[in-house]
C-alpha cells in the first residue's frame, strides 16, 4: 500500500519563500507528482521527480530524496495567486498516482 | 496540447435519475483515462481506471454498476452515475494520459454533481 503525509494548511506572507514537505511510504515507486489545485477546479501539473535532488522550474522547485521518503515543494516570491491547495502524489508499481490530501496554502499580504 | 474537457461542468438532478459525464481529450490520443472524485477539502479519490476498448478497472469499494464507465474511444469516455442520491453528490475529475507508463495525467476542468 501506500501513505501519503503533508501538512493540512499553510500560510505565509506576499513575496516570501514557503515550503511544502511531503513523506510517503509506498512498496513501489517510480516517481513523485506535485499538483496545485484552485478551489473548485481540475490539478495543474507542476512536477514530476523520479530522480533524488532539486529541480527547479520557475519560481517553483521541487525536491525528492527516494531514501528517505520525502519530497518537498519550494515557492518562492509567492504571489496572492499562488494560494491554492498543492497536492503531492506518489506514482507506484502500477503507474497509477495516489495523491496526499493536499495542502491549503493561504497567502495574505 | 494536452488538454482534456468535461461536460457538463455542473449538474443538478433529481435523486433517482442517471446522470452521464463526458471526458475528452481534444488534442490528443489517451490511451487511458482515470476517474477521480473528490469530496471538499479532500483528496482526489481515484475511482476507476478505463482504457479504450476495454472493460474499467474500478477501485475498492467503487460499485460498478452504480458508476459505469465506457471508454469507447481513444478521445472519449464517459461516466454514467446510475439512480444517484445525495450521497453522490461531489466533485468529479477526469483525467487522460498519453501512454500507459509515462504517467503525467491531464486533468479535465471537473464537474459539480448535486443532487437534490
Known amino acids: 500500500g501506500q501513505n501519503i503525509d503533508q501538512p493540512t494548511e499553510m500560510t505565509a506572507t506576499e513575496g516570501a519563500i514557503v515550503q511544502i514537505n511531503c513523506t510517503y511510504q509506498?512498496?513501489?515507486?517510480?516517481?513523485l507528482f506535485w499538483y496545485q489545485q484552485h478551489a473548485g477546479e481540475a490539478p495543474t501539473f507542476l512536477s514530476y521527480?523520479?530522480?533524488?535532488g532539486l529541480e527547479e522550474k520557475g519560481r517553483f522547485s521541487s525536491f525528492l530524496s527516494r531514501s528517505k521518503g520525502y519530497s518537498y515543494l519550494l515557492l518562492k516570491e509567492l504571489q496572492m495567486k499562488d494560494s491554492a491547495s498543492y497536492l503531492c502524489?506518489?506514482?507506484?508499481?502500477?503507474?497509477?498516482?495516489?495523491f496526499g490530501r493536499g495542502t491549503s496554502l493561504i497567502v495574505h499580504p | 496540447g494536452a488538454v482534456v474537457s468535461q461536460h457538463p461542468s455542473r449538474v443538478i438532478c433529481k435523486s433517482g435519475t442517471s446522470v452521464k459525464i463526458e471526458c475528452r481529450s481534444l488534442?490528443?490520443?489517451?490511451?487511458?483515462m482515470f476517474w477521480y472524485r473528490q469530496f471538499p477539502k479532500k483528496s482526489l479519490m481515484l475511482m476507476a481506471t478505463?482504457?479504450?476498448?476495454?472493460?474499467?478497472?474500478?477501485e475498492q469499494g467503487v460499485e460498478k454498476d452504480k458508476f459505469l464507465i465506457n471508454h469507447a474511444s481513444l478521445t472519449l469516455s464517459t461516466l454514467t452515475v446510475t439512480s444517484a442520491h445525495p450521497e453522490d453528490s461531489s466533485f468529479y475529475i477526469c483525467?487522460?494520459?498519453?501512454?500507459?507508463?509515462?504517467?503525467?495525467?491531464?486533468f479535465g476542468p471537473g464537474t459539480r454533481l448535486t443532487v437534490l
Open positions: 502524489a506518489i506514482s507506484g508499481g502500477s503507474y497509477i498516482p495516489t
Open positions: 509506498t512498496s513501489g515507486f517510480n516517481g
Open positions: 521527480n523520479v530522480l533524488d
Open positions: 488534442d490528443f490520443q489517451a490511451t487511458t
Open positions: 478505463s482504457n479504450e476498448g476495454s472493460k474499467a478497472t474500478y
Open positions: 483525467s487522460a494520459s498519453r501512454a500507459s507508463g509515462i504517467n503525467e495525467q491531464f
